[in-house]
């Protein structure tokens, strides 16, 4: 089974920045991925996408602050989030995209002044 391990959540400042990691292990690293976020009393929305060949996609309101990147020889998917807004506070996913599997731990990010 896929197995997914997020870091590098925190407490930052609007306006700040964070860089978010994700580790895939069990599986080759063949797949396009995608960075979910879900903030409290809310459902788990789609916040960017990356194919095996490098083609991203991001969803309207993180467009221009946030790019996803991946590693295919370290399996990492990272995402560097920039001009953080308090309303980007959530617990951060990585999974397949599409058609998430199991869901790893997740990292917190929090924007608050």
């Known amino acids: 089974q896929v197995q997914f391990v997020e870091s590098g959540g925190g407490l930052v400042q609007p306006g700040g920045s964070l860089r978010l990691s994700c580790v895939v292990a069990r599986t080759r690293f063949l797949y396009s991925m995608g960075w979910y976020r879900q903030a409290p009393g809310k459902q788990r929305d789609l916040v960017a996408t990356i194919s095996v060949d490098g083609s991203t996609t991001y969803a309207d309101s993180v467009k221009g602050r946030f790019t996803i990147s991946r590693n295919n020889t370290k399996n990492t998917v990272a995402l560097q989030m920039n001009s953080l807004k308090p309303e980007d506070t959530a617990v951060y996913y990585c999974?397949?995209?599409?058609?998430?599997?199991?869901w790893g731990q997740g990292t917190q990010v929090t924007v608050s002044s």
């Open positions: 999974n397949l995209y599409p058609g998430p599997t199991s």
